[in-house]
């Protein structure tokens, strides 16, 4: 299917516990984005990448690591999950334009 | 630090008026501004871009103004229908490296 996809959709983990989110993406965007949306917070910004092997610190990247070794996927760990980290994980990329293109999005909930 | 600010409150509208929402911000100075629907249980999507030189954009129904000046973006839906009712969320982008600054975003309910 085109597009961007994320897995899980729902995830519910204990505290400690290593959790990896997947997205993939078939548009080959070079830009790809880790949000996550708190109620009454913004969208803030994880982590992101450029490209292939390159990724970087966005807002808010404690306890979480990403990797790009494909220009399609971007998955996310965090490495000890803490309560703190339940939320909704979005996913989003985009091409020359400066749209971005989300996910459905992961609820994970740590308890 | 960069502050923008939604209406937090919902924004009830009835059915073929003109809704108006509105995205202010602070200590910025955005390149582009760009505004996304978000339905429950999805991810946001892409309504409109518009870039510090402009005043207005539209598209269809919708308009979308910025002035630099006051710091603020109005996002007008024009002959609302429920089917318009979302969240809607606002964001700043200084440049063109991607990043984006968000808004909490504003429920709109249009009734019938």
């Known amino acids: 299917d085109a597009g961007i996809t994320q897995s899980p959709r729902y995830k519910i983990t204990e505290t400690g516990r290593q959790v990896t989110l997947m997205c993939h993406q078939t548009w080959s965007h070079s830009y790809m984005f880790w949000y996550r949306q708190d109620l009454g917070h913004g969208l803030r910004l994880i982590y992101y990448s450029a490209a292939a092997d390159i990724t970087d610190k966005g807002e808010v990247p404690d306890g979480y690591v990403v990797s790009r070794s494909k220009t399609e996927n971007f998955p996310l760990t965090l490495e000890s999950a803490t309560r703190s980290q339940t939320s909704v994980y979005f996913c989003a990329s985009n091409g020359m334009g400066d749209q971005q293109f989300f996910g459905p999005g992961t609820r994970l909930t740590v308890l | 630090s960069q502050k923008i600010e939604q209406n937090s409150e919902a924004l009830n509208i009835q059915e073929g008026k003109t809704a108006t929402l509105t995205c202010n911000y602070t200590?910025?100075?955005?390149?582009?501004l760009q505004w996304y629907r978000q339905d429950p249980g999805r991810g946001p999507v892409f309504l409109l871009l518009?870039?510090?030189n402009e005043k207005e954009k539209r598209k269809e129904r919708l308009k979308v103004t910025f002035d630099t000046t006051l710091k603020q973006s109005l996002f007008h839906i024009t002959a609302s229908q429920p089917a318009d009712s979302a969240t809607y969320l606002c964001a700043l982008q200084r440049d063109s490296n991607y990043q984006l600054i968000w808004g909490a975003g504003t429920k709109l309910i249009i009734k019938p």
């Open positions: 518009i870039r510090e």
């Open positions: 200590n910025y100075s955005p390149a582009y």
